[in-house]
């Protein structure tokens, strides 16, 4: 079973399964095939919004996969961290949308020496 499974048993209609099953397979066709760090999430609590505290944590995350020469990958469905996760180097690859109002953007990072 699929780890969102359960989650998907608790939450969503049953008659939806298939359909939210197809959506999280087209963003796994937007995931690099070779070893690769999934940024899967990363967020900071309101009090330290704006502080700079994401961007050195995302920072230490992309320093790192650099050094492992590995492809960072996340996926943003909030169209404000775009241009945040641009200027380290993601690039969006696609635009899906995910439920009705929600795009989602596979976004990589190539390593860089």
Same mark, same amino acid.
């Given at each position: ?9 608790? %939450? ?5 399964? @298939? +359909?939210? =099953?197809?959506?999280? /397979?087209?963003? !796994? ?8 760090? %999934? ?5 900071? @609590? +309101?009090? =330290?919004?704006?502080? /700079?505290?994401? !961007? ?58």
């Amino acid at each position: 079973m699929s780890p969102v499974g359960p989650v998907m048993d608790e %939450y969503i209609d049953e008659a939806r399964h @298939g +359909d939210v =099953a197809a959506q999280f /397979g087209r963003l !796994g066709e937007h995931r690099p095939s070779d070893p690769h760090f %999934y940024l899967q999430a990363i967020g900071v @609590g +309101d009090g =330290a919004r704006g502080t /700079g505290l994401g !961007g050195i944590m995302l920072g230490h995350v992309i320093a790192t996969c650099d050094t492992a020469g590995l492809t960072a990958h996340l996926e943003s469905s909030n169209h404000r961290n775009i241009s945040r996760y641009e200027r380290h180097g993601f690039a969006v690859t696609a635009e899906i949308e995910f439920a009705p109002g929600v795009i989602v953007r596979p976004m990589p990072r190539q390593p860089r020496r």
